[in-house]
């Protein structure tokens, strides 16, 4: 039994004719016949009987009708929920940031490619490194954007390019007494309270002194940006931060650091054996050259 004798069959029990059902279906009338015989054998019963130059539908026919539509109609809705699923894989874009990358980049990657293509959806989420590549290898992610590329070694279907590079500065409050400084050296704010942005690391003083060169004075430590910056706004403390118009400068004052710290690489990956289509091409090319716009 297949979808086309349910096909045959259903059109048959409509029309009540052969010669009409034919000519519907586009196929011969012996094709028609042989197609429904064959479904008749597999049953074991008889579908249709003649009535002159017309057929009538069986009792056991009839009932099987009900089973036939039911099945072609659901056939059907899964045809449909193909091509729904379909046309939303080529609208949607798929991205995992780690959560630094998430608060101070890609909001503006978004919203600049959104105003040359306003049709994508974009799903977004925050990983860990090894969880994005991981989802990159397993095609679960379209693009990745990460920091740290030291493993990437072990993903030979994923390729890594440098889309951007963030500086990093200090925050104060505005009535702080560096508030009107243009730059500082990180000596001198030992007798600081730090607000320490948490991104997820198991021991933030460590991290933090690794940064700056000696162990600060640790204030506070939340895994949010946007709470790190209003704690800053609140006089709470300072914070080292990557540079972002997400500061707001009305209540925080952004001063260089004078002494040499490398900048934030972010790396945007992805499978390169997957062939994109032209959503996502356009969203790759963007942010291969959003940092020469």
């Known amino acids: 039994m297949n979808l086309q004798q349910l096909e045959y069959f259903k059109i048959i029990a409509e029309t009540k004719n052969f010669t009409t059902a034919s000519e519907i279906l586009s196929v011969t009338q012996p094709a028609l ?8 054998e597999e049953l ?34 899964g045809k449909l929920k193909l091509k729904e699923m379909k046309n939303n894989s080529d609208t949607i874009i798929s991205i ?11 909001p503006f990657l978004i919203s600049g490619f959104f105003n040359n293509n306003s049709k994508v959806k974009f799903n977004i989420d925050n990983q860990n490194t090894d969880e994005i590549l991981k989802g990159i290898k397993n095609n679960h992610i379209d693009f990745g954007f990460i920091s740290n590329i030291s493993d990437l070694g072990k993903y030979s279907n994923i390729e890594a390019t440098l889309v951007k ?40 003083e460590k991290c933090y002194s690794d940064f700056i060169g000696y162990t600060p004075k640790i204030y506070a430590e ?30 925080i004052s952004v001063i260089k650091i004078k002494d ?3 900048d934030k690489s972010i790396y945007m990956v992805w499978n390169k054996n997957i062939i994109h289509n032209k959503n996502k091409t356009e969203f790759k090319n963007y942010a291969l050259n959003v940092d020469k716009r």
């Open 222 to 251: 939340p895994s949010e940006a946007m709470i790190l910056s209003g704690l800053v706004e609140a006089g709470a403390g300072i914070a080292i931060i990557l540079n972002t118009p997400l500061i707001n400068t009305n209540k």
């Open 33 to 40: 016949s042989k197609a429904i015989s064959k479904l008749e």
């Open 165 to 204: 590079k963030e500086e990093y500065v200090l925050i104060v409050p505005k009535n702080h007494h560096l508030a009107n400084k243009e730059e500082v050296y990180l000596s001198e704010l030992k007798n600081e309270y730090f607000i320490a942005y948490n991104d997820k690391c198991s021991d933030v």
């Open 44 to 77: 074991d019963v008889k579908l249709f009987q003649r009535e002159g130059r017309n057929i009538k539908i069986t009792e056991y026919g009839d009932v099987f009708l009900k089973y036939a539509k039911g099945a072609l109609s659901e056939v059907e809705k």
């Open 260 to 262: 040499k710290i490398d």
């Open 96 to 106: 995992s940031s780690t959560a630094c990358i998430g608060a101070i980049f890609i």
